[in-house]
């Protein structure tokens, strides 16, 4: 219960599914979490919207002030459904804003604080950073930008004395809203849910609690020689 004891954690979009129950597991696990996400939002320690980046300079500037950082979790993030010709340009720039460009602006300022003491950033891409699919055009592209944009950090922060490492995480179709909110957009949800269950080799869709466990161990120092990895939580979906 504690493999994260007196390690200081920041989350974005820490009031969604996986974000809170990251949050959950780090103080589980003798952490401190910072809970961010979009002001209003429930239970959350900052308001923080990861496009932002004066709210990123102002919320690293305050945790700076009298604290330390040992791990940052990119979790913000919307999916919208759209194939390349019905994406419009509007919506495509805001799933880059959150999905890409948030990342981009929490591991750069991030870095600066968690290098003071070396530590660990984890940024949740998903399965279609790896495959393709019809009607996730903006998806596809902003979360395979999340996973190579974690292997550019992941080799800076192996030069920085001491050092940060910096892992991807890719689950599949996890329990909640925008899992709910995805099924709500096609025709029949309850027969479509159902239908992609069938198609994951273990015959469900994931937890939140369970990529918060993965999570965890990136975060810990059982993963000290892990970084610039990619960790794919998806019950099989892509092992065929
Ligand atoms: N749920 C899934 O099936 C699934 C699968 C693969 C990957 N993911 C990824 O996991 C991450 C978390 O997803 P989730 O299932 O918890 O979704 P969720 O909708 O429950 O939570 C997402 C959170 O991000 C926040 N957010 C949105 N825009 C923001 C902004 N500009 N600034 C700060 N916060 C913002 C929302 O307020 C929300 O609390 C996302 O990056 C998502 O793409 C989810």
Redesign the pocket.
């Known amino acids: 219960m504690n493999r994260l004891r007196d390690k200081v954690i920041l989350i ?2 820490g ?5 809170s129950a990251i949050a959950k597991a780090v103080v589980r696990e003798g952490g401190r979490a910072i809970a961010t ?2 002001a209003g ?1 429930p239970g959350i320690d900052h308001a ?4 932002s980046e004066a709210d990123w300079q102002h919320v690293i500037g305050d945790i700076g002030k009298d604290g330390r950082l040992d791990g940052l979790i990119n ?5 919208p459904l759209g194939t390349v010709e019905g994406t419009d340009y509007a919506l495509w720039r805001k799933v880059m804003a ?2 890409l460009d ?1 990342t981009f602006l929490g591991c750069k300022h991030g870095m600066g604080l968690i290098k003071r003491n070396g530590g660990s950033i984890v940024n ?1 891409s ?3 950073g790896l495959v393709g699919g019809h009607n996730l055009a903006a998806y596809n592209a902003s ?1 395979g930008g999340v996973r190579l944009l974690t292997k550019s950090v992941a080799l800076h922060g192996a030069r920085q004395k001491p050092q940060v490492r910096c892992n991807s995480v890719h ?4 329990e ?4 709910d909110a995805l099924f709500a957009e096609v025709g029949n949800p309850a027969e479509t849910k159902a239908r992609m269950e069938r198609q994951i080799p273990l015959q469900r869709f994931g937890r ?1 609690a369970e990529v918060a466990d993965l999570c965890v161990y990136l975060l810990s120092d059982e993963s000290a020689f892990v970084t610039g990895a990619e960790f794919v939580i998806d019950g099989g979906l892509t092992a065929a």
């Open positions: 974005t979009g009031a969604g599914s996986i974000g996400d979009l939002r923080l919207d990861v496009t979790a913000a993030g919307i999916a959150i999905n948030g949740i998903s399965v279609s979360k689950p599949t179709f996890i909640g809203p925008m899992t939140p």
